[in-house]
């Protein structure tokens, strides 16, 4: 096959940066088209319109999709990205509205979840032929867009429009599933003998996220290290039996960032930009975080935490030493939300040691970037992590990880040896809280005692590379892949 050829892409994801963004998902769902159109292929976005989207867009056109004998109407708006900040040049990125499925205030978690996707999931296959654009490869996202590979290979590849359309997926959390119950298939439109453990069965219920790893034509997820352990009983998620089954045609492709949009450099949210020429520029950051935090601003050491707070997340170590930490000379800045139980547990501590650690639940997107260039250490000390950004975003702005190494933590960030000088960060391997206060102590004791290797470690960092440019290309490859697959499945057909 040519590998050279200019690939359509369609890119469906249920959250999409700078749209709608809950977590990781609609970074790589922003950025990586970006990347791809870079490499010259004609890339196209789809997601639902929220009703919070305000961007300005246009309305292509409506048409009816049946959904449990009901008619629903779909009205695909239109606006796009520009890639990499020039006007000139830009991903378009289609809309699918329907007032009763996505006029709501939040992008997740109702009753009807499992019918709101079954809709999304139609309209994305029938929009096609409407804006004549016909896919090579449709690259699904997750369990929100599981039922496409199905739907397409079991529906529409007998109209000729979509039979030669090969379909990759991409697990970006094998946690969130979307499982229903049984007679949610009538959603999908497919009939009882889909209730099959070789087909959408799972435990009793139907798996979204299980139609995407049985039916499409290759499936990959976030990093090597990931798409190994979830061959396992301990990270599978009990779907590892499924996923060992398709062990050939199980990749994994660690993630990029945005360079532009993560650039400490011309960062319009920091006070003071900076890169690995100016590392003394990002002190300044530090104290302007300190006073945002309501901290004593000075040269104590800032440890951040940047996330969704959910068990995944390794939030119970950081639970268990908390006390200890406290007694350490250094602060704790945490900009997150999730579980009751955890927001409470942090805001408690402020109450606590309110020198010491500065608090804000809630999603902000420019604090965000003032944690990343404003502290020294960034902790993801994460039970699982298929690939993880944060690691990435505080690399870029020279803040040094303090992870365990699992999933895509463990393919990006290696454990700095103050005797060889190699390793980006500090890492613990054992899910166990003593490892994670080692691993502190560690990263504490080289700010602390040994500064020239901390700004040394601290430049290295600014100056590595977790941009887009490799994985783009090798999801290039990947498409080809799954496009191969797909042609020598229809000379079989045809055989
Ligand atoms: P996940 O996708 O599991 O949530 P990732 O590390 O892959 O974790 O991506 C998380 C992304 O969401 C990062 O860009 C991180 O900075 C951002 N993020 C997480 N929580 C918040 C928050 N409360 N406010 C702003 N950004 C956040």
């Known amino acids: 096959m040519n590998q050279e050829k200019q690939l359509k892409i369609l890119f469906v994801s249920a959250e999409v940066s700078p749209f709608a963004k809950t977590g990781g998902l609609a970074d790589v769902a922003g950025s990586l088209p970006q990347a791809l159109t870079e490499l010259g292929h004609d890339v196209r976005i789809v997601m639902p319109k929220y009703k919070f989207i305000s961007h300005q867009m246009e309305t292509r056109f409506d048409f009816p999709i049946t959904i449990s004998g009901r008619k629903e109407t779909a009205v695909i708006r239109e606006s796009y990205v520009d890639v990499n900040g020039d006007n000139n040049k830009k991903v378009p990125v289609y809309f699918i509205d329907n007032y009763q499925y996505f006029d709501r205030d939040n992008m997740y978690c109702y009753f009807d979840e499992v019918e709101r996707f079954a809709f999304f999931c139609r309209a994305v296959i029938e929009m096609l032929p409407g804006l004549d654009f016909k896919p090579d490869i449709i690259h699904c996202n997750d369990w929100q867009t599981g039922p496409i590979p199905v739907l397409l290979k079991e529906q529409y590849s007998i109209i000729p429009f979509y039979e030669d359309i090969a379909t990759l997926y991409t697990v970006h959390n094998l946690f969130y599933q979307g499982n229903y119950p049984k007679d949610c298939l009538e959603l999908l439109g497919l009939k009882e003998d889909y209730f099959d453990p070789d087909k959408l069965e799972f435990y009793g219920d139907i798996s979204f996220m299980k139609a995407g790893l049985v039916y499409a034509d290759i499936i990959n997820t976030v990093s090597r290290t ?145 944690i990343y260039a404003g502290c020294d250490m960034f902790l993801m000390p994460s039970r699982f992590e298929p690939c993880g950004l944060g690691q990435l975003i505080s690399l870029r702005y020279g803040t040094i990880p303090i992870v365990r190494a699992t999933g895509g933590l463990a393919d990006t960030v290696s454990n700095y040896d103050p005797f060889s000088k190699r390793g980006n960060g500090f890492v613990f391997k054992e899910y166990v809280a003593e490892k994670l206060l080692d691993a502190i102590e560690r990263a504490l004791y080289v700010y602390r005692d040994r500064k020239d290797l901390w700004t040394d470690l601290v430049k290295r960092a600014l100056e590595s590379d977790f941009s887009w440019a490799n994985s783009a290309k090798e999801y290039v490859e990947l498409y080809h892949t799954a496009m191969g697959k797909k042609s020598e499945e229809e000379d079989v057909q045809t055989a």
């Open 226 to 370: 990931y798409a190994r352990e979830i061959q396992t009983p301990l990270y599978g998620e009990r779907m590892d039996g499924i996923l060992r089954k398709r062990s050939r045609d199980l990749y994994g492709i660690v993630n990029g960032i945005h360079y532009c949009d993560f650039d400490p450099m011309t960062d319009s949210c920091i006070l003071r930009n900076y890169d690995h020429q100016s590392v003394e520029n990002k002190k300044e950051n530090k104290y302007a975080l300190q006073k945002t935090m309501h901290l004593p601003v000075g040269d104590v050491p800032v440890i951040g935490l940047i996330s969704r707070l959910v068990d995944q997340k390794g939030l119970d170590l950081i639970a268990e030493i908390f006390e200890d930490l406290m007694t350490k000379d250094v602060q704790f800045v945490l900009l997150g939300s999730g579980d009751r139980y955890y927001e409470r547990f942090f805001k408690d501590m402020d109450k606590h040691y309110p020198d010491k650690i500065g608090v804000y639940i809630g999603f902000n997107a420019a604090l965000a970037q003032q």
